[in-house]
Structures are given as structure tokens and as C-alpha cells.
């Protein structure tokens, strides 16, 4: 099963275009988990505490941990997000900060460092940018959060970047990155 987290708040997203592209040549069956819509916030004092107590009763029944276990069960994971001031949207970062719960997708090793329990073989980051495109702060954090702390094995940027510059085709631009997925 493909996870598709959907960072894209816009109704004709040009980054969630592509995403549709690539899902449907995944052609494998598509969890769709629309960021906004969905009821996250980001974390404070009282969930962090009662996140902590249940992990050690060991009790990852609560609802609280459904996005983690989802996370972690997925084959394939799709995040499509635009690249927004330097970075991605806000409920994105809250989304990682929801999931992120040690026992469901990673755990701490006697050397102290996290190992990743997730099954996906793959994370593809989708993004879209009216400028020209730096990912360090957007691309290359999933990416490190995957492989170091998720144990997601492969990360892949795909883009389309410089949409809004003046003189510049927007159309073109994307269906060059669809065509090259």
C-alpha cells in the first residue's frame, strides 16, 4: 500500500499534479491522508506527557497513534508538499511530530541512536516551487528523518522549480517533471 500525505492546501495544486502522476505509475493501491483536512495539531505539554505515558504502559491503541501506524505500515510513501518560504507547509512539520513515537517508528538502540521500524522501502517527496529550488530545509529534512531515524532505506526528490518567474511556462515546467517520473 502507497501512503499519499498530502501537504497541498491549494484546490489546483501543480504540486499535488505531479503526485498524481507518480501515484498512478506506482499503479499500486493509494492511502490518501489530506493533511488539511485533517484535525492535527502540533505538539504541547499535556499530549507530549500523555504520548509518553501511554508509550510506557506500552498501550499504542490510543487514536492518538492511528498516523504513526499508518506511517510505519506503508510499502511506499508519497509526501507531496510546495515549497513554501524555504521550507513546506506547518502541518507537515506537525504531522512528523505526531507520528515520530518511539516503539511504533523507531526505537533507541544500547547505542543510543534511533533505528527505524518502518516498512517502506521508499519515500518520494514531491514539490513545487515558484523560485528556484533549495532543499535544505525541506527535502533533505524528510530525507534525513527516512533514512536515519525512520529506516526507510531510499529517498527520491522529485520537482519542478522557477514556475513563477517572469517568462518562464508553468505548464511546460510541470509536464516535463510528470513526463520525467
Not at 493509494?30 to 483536512?37: F, G, R, S, T
Not at 517527496?125 to 523560485?131: D, E, H, K, P, R
Not at 511556462?169 to 520525467?180: C, G, H, L, R, T
Request: aromatic residues 10%; contains cysteine.
Amino acid at each position: 500500500m502507497v501512503l499519499y500525505i498530502n501537504a497541498c492546501v491549494r484546490e489546483d495544486s501543480r504540486t499535488d499534479k505531479i503526485a498524481r502522476a507518480l501515484l498512478e505509475k506506482l499503479g499500486e493501491p493509494v492511502e490518501e491522508l489530506y493533511l488539511p483536512d485533517e484535525d492535527i495539531k502540533p505538539m504541547n505539554g499535556e499530549r507530549l506527557n500523555k504520548r509518553m505515558e501511554l508509550i510506557e504502559k506500552g498501550d499504542y491503541d490510543n487514536p492518538m497513534f492511528d498516523y504513526a501506524k499508518s506511517f510505519a505500515n506503508a510499502d511506499i510513501i508519497v509526501i507531496s508538499a510546495p515549497f513554501w518560504d524555504l521550507s513546506f507547509p506547518a502541518i507537515l512539520k506537525s504531522y512528523i511530530e505526531n507520528i515520530y513515537v518511539t516503539g511504533i517508528v523507531s526505537k533507541f538502540g544500547a547505542d543510543g541512536r534511533p533505528h527505524g521500524l518502518c516498512k517502506a522501502k521508499k519515500l518520494y517527496y514531491v514539490t513545487t516551487a515558484g523560485g528556484h529550488y533549495t532543499p535544505d530545509y525541506s527535502y533533505n529534512y524528510i530525507s534525513e528523518m527516512a533514512t536515519v531515524n525512520f529506516g526507510i532505506k531510499e529517498t527520491e526528490l522529485i520537482k519542478a522549480e522557477a514556475l513563477d518567474i517572469d517568462g518562464s511556462d508553468p505548464d511546460k515546467i510541470v509536464q516535463s517533471a510528470i513526463e520525467n517520473i
